[in-house]
């Protein structure tokens, strides 16, 4: 055998060799370029209006939780809040005022509906007692008109009587002592006209009083009805005062909670760090006006990266959840980190973006689709927070 065909032979062993030992020394893994690293990127923005009075922080400054940033200058939110504190103050002071009215009338609607009823009865006794007076008044007036007419004929006659003795007396028919009784009866006759007439007088100053009397009872009647139907209402006033009450309750709860939301406000114009991170992408100055909702910076914690490496979903067929995984940092030359799998996403990432593929076309092409994999690093290999979020790595997943 030839040199050349020995040469020939021992290329094609080694080659046979080499591929054997690759083929053995990358069966288990899976790798891919497609990743880089990850972190949560966390916000910061106003969550109330107002002129900037200090900005606390730079660029890339390292921040703990809880952290000032940013202050917004407090004054019309101090304000505010004395306020709605002034408007709570007035609205208790209303609803003390409302329960007392609702009590006092509590206790007094019962004896008044009691006062009420005794006035119109009261009043009715005395409206029965004037019409009885009056009757009586008329039926003496009666009596008192027909003594007067029975007296005026008495009278009439023994006037006339003594008109006619007179010529009698001048004859001397009859005597002296007959004439002067029979003047006498005239006179008498007389006096007796006038106690009549006093008596029906009297009998007729009887009969305007008790009408007066029964006018003033009805009056009083009325006003005792009138106080009967208002005392009446007083269940429905009680309804209307409890719920004047219950408005008034309500009014407190809403100025209560206005404080609230004035204090919270107020709490709102000092902005500070929600994680421990660094500063990024700050945009706001001092002085600046700023509105709610207007974003200011990012705060970005570098002890909580992780890596999301993409693969093609042929290579999914071994990966499970927990394999050990060793990354490669382009940023340091290569520099190897390990971890674990934690997560395989439940989708590809075409189907996350913004205008996802329609595969129900007739012009299908299939394409390979590639599936985020989330990857957490061992603890304590990077204590100086080397790694960025969306830097470039190269993982690698032993699935055997």
Same mark, same amino acid.
């Given at each position: 055998?030839?040199?050349?065909?020995?040469?020939?032979?021992?290329?094609?062993?080694?080659?046979?060799?080499?591929?054997?030992?690759?083929?053995?020394?990358?069966?288990?893994?899976?790798?891919?370029?497609?990743?880089?690293?990850?972190?949560?990127?966390?916000?910061?923005?106003?969550?109330?209006?107002?002129?900037?009075?200090?900005?606390?922080?730079?660029?890339?400054?390292?921040?703990?939780?809880?952290?000032?940033?940013?202050?917004?200058?407090?004054?019309?939110?101090?304000?505010?809040?004395?306020?709605?504190?002034?408007?709570?103050?007035?609205?208790?002071?209303?609803?003390?005022?409302?329960?007392?009215?609702?009590?006092?009338?509590?206790?007094?609607?019962?004896?008044?509906?009691?006062?009420?009823?005794?006035?119109?009865?009261?009043?009715?006794?005395?409206?029965?007692?004037?019409?009885?007076?009056?009757?009586?008044?008329?039926?003496?007036?009666?009596?008192?008109?027909?003594?007067?007419?029975?007296?005026?004929?008495?009278?009439?006659?023994?006037?006339?009587?003594?008109?006619?003795?007179?010529?009698?007396?001048?004859?001397?028919?009859?005597?002296?002592?007959?004439?002067? @009784?029979?003047? %006498?009866?005239?006179?008498?006759?007389? #006096?007796? =006209?006038?106690? !009549?007439? +006093? /008596? $029906?007088?009297? &009998? *007729?100053?009887?009969?305007?009083?008790?009408?007066?009397?029964?006018?003033?009872?009805?009056?009083?009647?009325?006003?005792?009805?009138?106080?009967?139907?208002?005392?009446?209402?007083?269940?429905?006033?009680?309804? @209307?005062?409890? %719920?004047?009450?219950?408005?008034?309750? #309500?009014? =407190?709860?809403? !100025?209560? +909670? /206005? $404080?609230?939301? &004035? *204090?919270?406000?107020?709490?709102?114009?000092?902005?500070?760090?929600?994680?421990?991170?660094?500063?990024?992408?700050?945009?706001?100055?001092?002085?600046?006006?700023?509105?709610?909702?207007?974003?200011?910076?990012?705060?970005?914690?570098?002890?909580?990266?992780?890596?999301? #490496?993409?693969?093609?979903?042929?290579?999914?067929?071994?990966?499970?959840?927990?394999?050990?995984?060793?990354?490669?940092?382009?940023?340091?030359?290569?520099?190897?980190?390990?971890?674990?799998?934690?997560?395989?996403?439940?989708?590809?990432?075409?189907?996350?973006?913004?205008?996802?593929?329609?595969?129900?076309?007739?012009?299908?092409?299939?394409?390979?689709?590639?599936?985020?994999?989330?990857?957490?690093?061992?603890?304590?290999?990077?204590?100086?927070?080397?790694?960025?979020?969306?830097?470039?790595?190269?993982?690698?997943?032993?699935?055997?």
């Amino acid at each position: 055998m030839s040199t050349r065909v020995r040469i020939i032979i021992l290329v094609v062993v080694a080659a046979v060799a080499g591929s054997g030992i690759y083929l053995w020394a990358t069966s288990g893994r899976e790798s891919t370029d497609d990743a880089q690293v990850d972190a949560h990127v966390t916000p910061i923005a106003a969550r109330v209006g107002g002129t900037v009075a200090n900005v606390s922080v730079v660029d890339n400054q390292q921040v703990a939780q809880g952290a000032e940033l940013v202050v917004i200058d407090p004054r019309d939110y101090e304000i505010a809040l004395a306020r709605a504190q002034a408007e709570l103050a007035d609205a208790r002071a209303a609803f003390t005022a409302a329960q007392a009215e609702d009590s006092i009338m509590a206790t007094t609607a019962s004896s008044n509906v009691s006062s009420a009823e005794g006035g119109v009865s009261s009043a009715e006794s005395a409206i029965a007692e004037a019409e009885h007076g009056i009757a009586v008044a008329r039926a003496r007036l009666l009596t008192a008109q027909a003594r007067q007419r029975e007296q005026e004929a008495n009278a009439t006659k023994t006037s006339r009587d003594v008109e006619r003795l007179k010529g009698l007396l001048a004859k001397d028919e009859i005597s002296q002592q007959q004439f002067d @009784a029979t003047v %006498a009866a005239a006179e008498s006759s007389k #006096a007796a =006209v006038e106690s !009549a007439k +006093a /008596q $029906v007088v009297e &009998a *007729e100053a009887a009969i305007k009083a008790a009408e007066s009397r029964l006018t003033q009872s009805r009056s009083g009647r009325e006003q005792a009805g009138a106080d009967l139907r208002t005392a009446q209402t007083l269940p429905q006033r009680m309804a @209307a005062g409890k %719920a004047k009450v219950q408005a008034a309750a #309500a009014r =407190v709860a809403l !100025a209560e +909670a /206005q $404080v609230k939301q &004035a *204090e919270l406000n107020l709490q709102r114009t000092t902005l500070t760090a929600p994680v421990a991170g660094i500063v990024s992408r700050k945009s706001v100055e001092p002085g600046q006006v700023i509105q709610a909702g207007q974003p200011l910076m990012t705060v970005i914690p570098l002890d909580r990266v992780w890596i999301t #490496a993409n693969f093609k979903e042929t290579q999914l067929r071994d990966m499970r959840v927990g394999q050990t995984v060793t990354v490669d940092v382009d940023a340091y030359g290569g520099r190897e980190f390990t971890g674990k799998v934690e997560s395989i996403a439940a989708a590809t990432g075409s189907r996350f973006s913004l205008l996802p593929p329609d595969n129900a076309s007739g012009n299908f092409v299939k394409v390979v689709q590639r599936v985020p994999v989330k990857i957490v690093l061992d603890s304590g290999q990077d204590p100086d927070r080397m790694l960025r979020p969306g830097m470039s790595v190269t993982p690698t997943v032993h699935t055997r």
